[in-house]
């Protein structure tokens, strides 16, 4: 069994900085292989890649230079940094882990394993 745990979220303003955390753990889950993803889904809105690290990192044009991904293998845990936030950031923010180390995977179903998302909203 694969947990992914997310933390961070919270209420901030517009230009505010906000980092999530998400926590991996699993028996045989080794985390050092896995490409791990972030998602948002706004109210409405269908869930959208935000950013992945795996052999490279990538990121949506809505986020690029804005936030970063970046990860501790030893901690077994990925962080997404955001800065300079807007109101349309809002959403629930989830993690996720792919088998897919290589290559940018901007779809949901290349991931396998799915946190339980943590709340952003940033007001204007």
């Known amino acids: 069994q694969v947990q992914l745990v997310e933390s961070g979220g919270g209420l901030v303003q517009a230009g505010d900085s906000l980092r999530l955390s998400c926590a991996a753990s699993?028996?045989?889950?080794?985390?050092?292989?896995?490409?791990m993803g972030w998602f948002r889904q706004a109210p409405g809105k269908e869930r959208e890649f935000v950013a992945k690290s795996g052999s490279s990192t990538y990121y949506a044009d809505s986020v690029k230079g804005r936030f970063t991904i970046s990860r501790d293998n030893a901690k077994n845990t990925v962080y997404l940094q955001m800065s300079s936030l807007k109101p349309e950031d809002t959403a629930v923010y989830y993690c996720?882990?792919?088998?897919?180390?290589?290559?940018?995977?901007?779809?949901?179903?290349?991931?396998?394993?799915w946190g339980q998302g943590t709340q952003v909203t940033v007001s204007s």
């Open positions: 699993g028996r045989t889950f080794t985390f050092s292989r896995y490409a």
């Open positions: 996720a882990a792919s088998p897919h180390y290589y290559g940018v995977r901007y779809a949901s179903s290349d991931y396998t394993y």
